[in-house]
């Protein structure tokens, strides 16, 4: 798979459809047809093998096809408001939110905010979580007492790569601090 062209249709599904000139819907899907044709039209190469092909390797699983293979979109991570029709659900009592150590002190005083995304994204597992803080800087990972947050009426969805998702976490759901070497 190619890494570089895999980030640049996070990019185009996620953040930013106008770079090469197509449109999601309000539920997050692109015409492949389209992101093919934009993507060939930005100087690299793409075509329906090589995108299968990324979709189906993602170690991330960051992408889904609709049925018939006309459409595409990314699970998750949009900063571009569209509903992706995320499954609200019971989240296990504890998920894991990897960050930097240098937003820990913003975090103790704002809460963990989704900033340029929609959600706020946790993981089920601490190794995921040390992976995603660690791109980020020196690496904290926040484990979040997300029953008490459910009991509390706060709503959890997950995505169909198995990312949970929430608006907000209020620090005194922070249940332990794990700072990783």
Not at 82 to 96: R, S
Not at 157 to 164: C, K, M, R, T
């Amino acid at each position: 798979m190619d890494e570089r062209l895999s980030i640049f249709i996070s990019l185009i599904l996620r953040h930013k459809p106008d770079v090469i000139g197509i449109t999601l819907d309000e539920h997050g899907w692109a015409n492949v047809k389209e992101l093919i044709d934009g993507i060939n039209g930005s100087g690299r190469t793409i075509n329906m093998e090589m995108l299968e092909e990324i979709v189906r390797t993602d170690n991330k699983g960051r992408y889904s096809f609709n049925e018939s293979k006309e459409l595409i979109r990314a699970n998750q991570g949009h900063s571009v408001k569209v509903n992706v029709e995320l499954k609200e659900a019971k989240p296990p009592d504890i998920l894991y939110h990897g960050t930097a150590t240098k937003f820990l002190d913003n975090i103790k005083h704002q809460g963990i905010k989704s900033m340029s995304r929609l959600y706020v994204h946790l993981s089920k597992d601490l190794d995921t979580a040390v992976s995603v803080g660690s791109r980020h800087g020196k690496c904290v990972v926040l484990a979040v007492d997300t029953k008490r947050m459910s009991d509390d009426g706060r709503r959890f969805y997950l995505s169909e790569n198995g990312v949970w998702l929430t608006k907000y976490i209020d620090w005194k759901y922070i249940k332990d601090v794990h700072f990783v070497q």
